[in-house]
């Protein structure tokens, strides 16, 4: 009996969600995928984007569409039950009219760390905003079968949060792209003045990422060491112009969100990447940095450590000036023996990683498994 499944990636539109929803349909196009199974694929014009277009092989696919935002919802969700599964690669997304079987990957480090850093910080109406969305969404989560987390830390807070869903740990993965030159994108960057160190800040403009750190660290550099450090940042025009309104901001810029073709092209222009991240639950950004032999600095976070081990730059992301020690005693204390040894050591710790086919497969299993 064929099994009609559904890939959901409709409701991806920024950050690492469509990074991973893009490099699994692009390995899934690569693969034999059993005749048992009947596929179909929806996703947002963000995602699709990402597809490589050169290796697209939509046939693969029984269907494959490109939806727009609230095409599919609460309302209309009972229009999925022809399907016995459906596969949501980043959630939450409600569908309470679908009777079948859902899973859902889940990435959502505001449901996991509910007394957090980022609460102190803002308004109490704001605050309240926040507690009573992601109530909402956790309860969303747990009415899926089967939650696809990427790190077992998450799987074991769930669990101490009472989900009964069966919980999946697949590891996070880098994109199979990075491997390959031939299919890499040229993505351009501003011409900055010869000597600066150019630092990439990877990241969509979520309020738990902490942006605005980066544009203290920028005024403060800018004090101590005038026209050395320059950042570049991947967000959306207006958040960006938002982040550094009335700021001062003298060495940064905005090459706006980049295609996962362009990653590689992005990091091999980057002296650095820098994260100063309040939450997370899994950040692809620091195995891609380390795969290209750039140095990543990081939150002092356990959601960081847990992943990178001693193969980052660790600051705390409420210290400007221990950021600031930290980037001077890389770039100015440490001997290009030291850095380059520390860069070898952290590739060779991603390279022998899970991979992105690999991951692939492990989605399909899951998908196809009995028991579900």
């Known amino acids: 009996m064929i099994k009609k499944i559904l890939i959901n990636a409709t409701n991806l539109n920024e950050g690492g969600g469509v990074q991973v929803a893009a490099s699994f349909l692009n390995d899934l196009m690569k693969l034999d ?133 069966k919980i999946i740990v697949v590891d996070n993965s880098v994109s199979s792209i990075f491997f390959k030159k031939s299919e890499w994108k040229e993505v351009k960057i501003p ?77 091999d222009q980057m002296d650095a990447v820098m994260l100063p991240s309040f939450l997370e639950c899994f950040s692809i950004t620091p195995y891609e940095s380390m795969l290209m032999k750039k140095v990543i600095f990081l939150s002092d976070r356990d959601f960081f450590r847990k992943i990178c081990l001693d193969h980052a730059q660790y600051f705390d992301p409420t210290n400007v000036d221990d950021a600031i020690n930290i980037l001077k005693s890389w770039f100015f204390s440490k001997s290009e023996i030291e850095k380059k040894t520390f860069l070898e050591n952290a590739h060779i710790f991603v390279k022998d990683k899970n991979s992105s086919i690999n991951k692939t497969i492990q989605y399909l299993k899951i998908i196809n498994a009995e028991d579900i």
């Open 191 to 267: 011409i900055i003045k010869e000597g600066m160190i150019k630092v990439g800040v990877v990241s969509g403009g979520y309020i738990h990422k902490n942006l605005n750190f980066i544009v203290e660290l920028e005024n403060k550099l800018n004090v101590i060491f005038p026209g050395k450090f320059h950042f570049i940042f991947t967000l959306k025009k207006d958040i960006y112009e938002k982040l550094i309104r009335h700021k001062n901001c003298y060495s940064t810029s905005n090459i706006g969100p980049i295609k996962i073709q362009e990653c590689p092209s992005f990091y």
């Open 33 to 165: 995928i059993s005749n048992d199974l009947e596929i179909s694929v929806f996703v947002s014009s963000i995602v699709d984007k990402n597809l490589h277009i050169n290796l697209l092989n939509k046939s693969v696919f029984h269907e494959y569409k490109v939806i727009k935002p609230r095409e599919i919802n609460f309302l209309n969700s009972y229009k999925l039950n022809n399907f016995d599964l459906v596969f949501t690669v980043f959630g939450p997304f409600y569908i309470p009219l679908y009777k079948n079987k859902h899973i859902c990957g889940f990435a959502q480090p505001w449901v996991i760390y509910k007394n957090n850093e980022v609460l102190k910080k803002i308004n109490f109406i704001y605050k309240y905003y926040i507690i009573t969305k992601y109530k909402i969404i956790s309860f969303i989560f747990k009415r899926s079968n089967i939650l696809i987390v990427e790190t077992n830390n998450v799987k074991n807070k769930l669990k101490e949060l009472g989900y009964k869903n």
